[in-house]
């Protein structure tokens, strides 16, 4: 494969696990990341490939939205949506007539009438003569809609309905509803007519802006989702809605969510795999010779311990305990006052507390203005913010404190790969390599940045030169199996990820790896299956074997399993953009599930579409 080949597989390839931002932040070890693609079933798989192109159909909408829109609508993107609906069945309905109304009293000029005849006499008539008549009085109906008289529009339009019960007597009612916000009628209306015809596009539509008005979200997602699936995804105006209605759902939910949740910890091998990602967590207190340490620099000690034990949520106590030590001693008797703070700190930002975790660093940099590992750790922070002026700041700030710190360098890199900017990011680590002879991650980052930009020899060699020289690192092993995937040898891939669950079977992380290689190439979901499972026995929270699972589940038809995975996902999500991405594709596996229940008939119209 010329590098060229592997460069433009690496700018396209993408799981919808990095796409869900499920697997890694984005200040995290960028390799684990680089999780091979799993093809996804049905409508989650359309969603996401829609929203690539997602700009043009907004723009295309939001001209004709502006069009057709009205005044007193409930929000300004929902009477968008609703008016176009109204005006284009008014004028489509009103084509079926020989003549339009120019002037209100050109309506009233009409006065064949057959509202006066009782349901007896309507009773009595046969089909043709009911047919005839409806159509006479939907006829006026339409007359009076384009007229504005929506008040008299709807009489006629009931008065169609005693004649001849028609799914478009119904959804031009609610029409007329529509335009005078009359929301729940709308949605009655729609509903009656969807009874009538279920595959009613325009009264689908309607229902949906409807729905949407009101803000019963994941009824207007169904009806939005439908109407794309029955006009085979060329629905514009469908296809926008179902995003933005998608994206209010997710949002309002993860808002709700994450203001009610107390903070916590993430799970153990995300906490580790961030960990790793700096040379050490602090430097241990010490005591003088003849002399013990003070209490706050045993409990912080202690925590420095637990960490190496991986027993996280007790090292988070003992640093907790750390700082109260310390502000009791008021900094007499304390070693390591700095590093307890920003130690704490790192806690905090696990857990999202991300407030407490800023005046944590604060106060370690008024202890120490030249603590570098908190500069750092603050940069993260920063990171998950998206200020990325102040994290380049912070690392620059570092860089004066000690220019010759290896991780400083390495933490550049990533800034630099998370701007991709790659050739940059590539100097970054081998700067940080040099620095650190036993600085592992440098190694493996500059590993994946090449492949990345397509120099594939550099990128064997560079891997291969690190497992020689970190023979027993098993993350190491499950990067390389990554890159090895990604670049299409998967056998060689499984192999590395094998390699990694041999020299370390507690990390989940080459579980998942190969359950997904496997699951590519072989189809063997059993194997997969079992992989995964081992994972989560491993760590029950991983987020990225939750996801993994939910997504082979989907592709074996089994959307329950998928669906319960997915809401698993939406309670680990760490952040609330991780919680909306998590909604995003639990909502829109759920519309599929409920499709595929209500139109069986159509899976495989649907299945044909995603081709």
């Not at 460069?7 to 984005?26: M, T, Y």
């Not at 209605?245 to 961030?274: C, D, H, M, W």
């Not at 036993?438 to 891997?463: C, H, N, S, W």
């Amino acid at each position: 494969m010329s590098e060229g080949a592997v460069d433009k597989s690496a700018q396209n390839s993408g799981s919808v696990l990095e796409k869900l931002n499920l697997s890694e932040r984005s200040w995290k070890f960028y390799a684990a990341a680089s999780i091979p693609p799993i093809v996804v079933a049905g409508l989650t798989l359309w969603y996401y490939s829609s929203r690539g192109s997602g700009e043009a159909a907004k723009k295309d909408d939001k001209k004709k939205q502006k069009r057709k829109s009205r005044k007193g609508k409930k929000s300004a993107k929902a009477s968008e949506g609703e008016a176009d609906a109204a005006d284009t069945e008014g004028k489509e309905a009103a084509s079926e007539t020989s003549d339009k109304p120019k002037t209100t009293a050109s309506v009233e000029g009409d006065e064949e009438s057959p509202e006066s005849m009782t349901n007896a006499q309507i009773a009595a008539l046969d089909k043709d003569s009911k047919k005839k008549l409806a159509q006479s009085l939907k006829s006026r109906g339409n007359k009076f809609f384009q007229a504005k008289r929506y008040s008299k529009a709807i009489e006629l339009y009931t008065q169609a309905l005693r004649f001849d019960e028609d799914p478009v007597f119904y959804s031009n009612r609610a029409a007329c509803y529509a335009a005078d916000n009359n929301y729940p009628l709308v949605i009655d209306d729609c509903s009656n007519a969807l009874k009538l015809e279920p595959r009613y596009v325009k009264a689908l539509m309607r229902r949906a802006q409807a729905y949407e008005s009101t803000e019963r979200f994941r009824e207007s997602l169904y009806d939005f989702t439908t109407a794309c699936i029955l006009e085979d995804f060329n629905n514009t105006v469908a296809a926008s809605g179902a995003e933005r209605v998608l994206k209010n759902l997710a949002e309002s939910e993860a808002r709700e969510r994450i203001s009610k949740r107390q903070p916590r910890l993430p799970s153990k091998s995300f906490i580790t795999g961030y960990l790793n990602s700096f040379r050490s967590c602090g430097d241990r207190a010490v005591a003088a010779e003849g002399e013990q340490i003070g209490h706050a620099d045993k409990l912080y000690n202690d925590a420095l311990d637990l960490v190496e034990k991986q027993e996280y949520a007790m090292a988070f106590e003992a640093i907790d305990a750390a700082v109260s030590a310390a502000e009791e001693a008021q900094g007499a008797d304390v070693q390591r006052s700095d590093d307890i703070y920003s130690l704490r700190g790192t806690f905090n930002f696990l857990r999202s507390s991300l407030d407490q975790a800023s005046a944590d660093f604060e106060k370690a940099l008024e202890i120490n203005p030249s603590h570098v590992r908190t500069y750092l750790r603050k940069a993260n922070l920063f990171t998950e913010k998206k200020d990325i002026d102040t994290v380049s700041k912070l690392l620059d700030k570092a860089d004066s404190v000690d220019s010759e710190n290896a991780e400083v360098y390495f933490q550049k890199g990533q800034l630099r790969f998370l701007k991709q900017e790659f050739v940059e990011a590539a100097d970054d680590y081998e700067r940080a390599a040099s620095l650190d002879s036993e600085f592992v991650y440098p190694r493996i980052q500059l590993g994946v940045v090449q492949f990345k930009i397509g120099k594939m020899q550099d990128a064997m060699k560079t891997f291969e030169a690190a497992m020689a020289q970190f023979p027993t690192r098993s993350d190491l092993y499950n990067y390389y199996g990554e890159v090895l995937a990604e670049q299409g040898g998967s056998e060689s891939a499984i192999n590395a990820f094998e390699r990694a669950i041999e020299l370390d079977g507690n990390n989940p992380l080459p579980y998942v790896n190969q359950a997904i290689a496997t699951f590519q190439t072989t189809n063997n979901a059993d194997k997969a299956l079992t992989l995964i499972r081992d994972a989560l026995r491993v760590d029950s929270e991983c987020e990225l074997a939750v996801a993994a699972l939910s997504q082979i589940y989907l592709q074996l038809g089994m959307i329950e399993e998928s669906l319960s995975m997915l809401r698993r996902a939406v309670d680990l999500a760490k952040s609330e953009e991780e919680m909306v991405s998590a909604i995003t594709f639990r909502e829109t596996t759920a519309a599929q599930f409920r499709f595929m229940s209500e139109h069986p008939e159509l899976i495989s119209k649907m299945m044909g579409s995603m081709q």
